[in-house]
């Protein structure tokens, strides 16, 4: 416990005289000076001596341009609400490329690797359903955007066509290839006729080491391999480059950089089909409705946007005048 000072002790430092009563008022009025000029330096020291560089506010410039990313609508299965929304913001964009990102046939029924039993409304669906539902998508992006440039990447249900091929040929690769060019995806959307180019999954363009992928200027895009929760980052690491993909029905991102090639990042652009088809028996999907596309500009340098679509509305809409 502390020991309080006794009585006589606070007596003694009490000041004996006027005279050490004045020398003590001047001992406080000096240590206040010398405060007040200690804050002024402190306040001195904390103002801003730091200058932000200035910048120009970016204009839109003379060359650049938009390309979009017409993500997973699988075919019949297509959510009307999604997909109109998305095309509104197509029509407003105006972009000089669209990329079709696969998905837009669902091939399910015979073509399907694994049926859906037990549910009425699935038995519904027929390969000629998907098929106009598709052929539809494709008049009307065509109708919106007469001068895009088009491209169609096969996504895994197209390539059930394929597979399907070469099963009912027992595997002999002319039969298959005669299949294929009856019932395959070029010939029953006529992407010739419509002069759009259809990427393979099975070959290779435009010197990519990797089937099922073009490049879009300083960027890759695909139909995507990578399932789940950390899909980006997977897409990311595999092609070490700014890359983007559908597949997963998700709106996600992922970013890195490395000492050769700076920033790169991973964009998966969502999907405008059913929120909860019925082989998913129930349980909820975490999937995002929406799509992507990039303003890029002479250089090729570009930004890229995801933007969702949730119950049927756009989130660009109220800001859409801004990027047009
Ligand atoms: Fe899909």
């Keep these: 416990m502390k020991k309080r000072p006794s009585p006589t002790t606070v007596a003694k430092q009490q000041p ?39 910048q120009r506010p970016g ?7 938009v390309r979009f990313f017409l993500p997973d609508t699988h075919g019949c299965f297509v959510d009307q609400a999604a997909l109109s929304a998305c095309l509104h ?20 029924g015979f073509l399907a690797q694994h049926h859906t039993l037990g549910f009425v409304a699935q038995a519904d669906y027929t ?23 088009i491209v169609y990447l096969e996504g895994n249900h197209e390539e059930r066509i394929e597979k399907f091929c070469v099963t009912s040929a027992l595997r002999n690769k002319v039969d298959a290839e005669l299949l294929r060019r009856s019932i395959g995806t070029e010939s029953v959307l006529n992407l010739e006729k419509r ?47 700014c890359v983007v ?6 709106l996600m991102s992922a970013t890195d950089r490395n000492v050769k090639d700076g920033e790169f990042a991973a964009w998966s652009v969502g999907h405008l089909s059913k929120q909860q088809p019925l082989w998913r028996h129930g349980h909820p999907t975490d999937w995002s409705q929406g799509y992507g596309f ?13 933007v969702p679509i ?15």
């Design 89 to 108: 913001d197509l029509e407003a964009l105006q972009p000089r490329q669209v990329f079709m990102m696969g998905d837009h046939l669902d091939c399910g």
């Design 59 to 65: 204009r839109r410039g003379k060359g650049d341009y």
């Design 294 to 306: 990039q303003v890029v500009t002479k250089q090729e340098d570009f930004l890229h946007i995801n």
């Design 195 to 241: 002069g759009i180019r259809y990427i393979r999954k099975a070959l290779t363009y435009d010197g990519c080491r990797v089937q099922g992928t073009v490049r879009a200027g300083k960027c890759f895009v695909t139909h995507g391999t990578s399932h789940g929760k950390n899909a980006a980052n997977a897409m990311l690491s595999r092609f070490g480059a």
């Design 127 to 149: 390969f000629e359903d998907d098929i106009v539902a598709a052929n539809t998508l494709l008049d009307e992006v065509q109708k919106r955007c007469p001068k895009a440039e």
């Design 16 to 54: 004996q005289s006027s005279k050490e009563l004045k020398q003590l008022r001047a001992q406080l009025a000096a240590k206040e000076k010398q405060i007040t000029h200690l804050e002024t330096c402190l306040e001195q020291s904390r103002n801003a001596t730091f200058r932000f560089k200035k």
């Design 245 to 250: 993909f559908g597949h997963v029905h998700k």
């Design 310 to 324: 949730i119950d049927g509305r756009s989130y660009l809409a109220p800001h859409g005048d801004a990027l047009t």
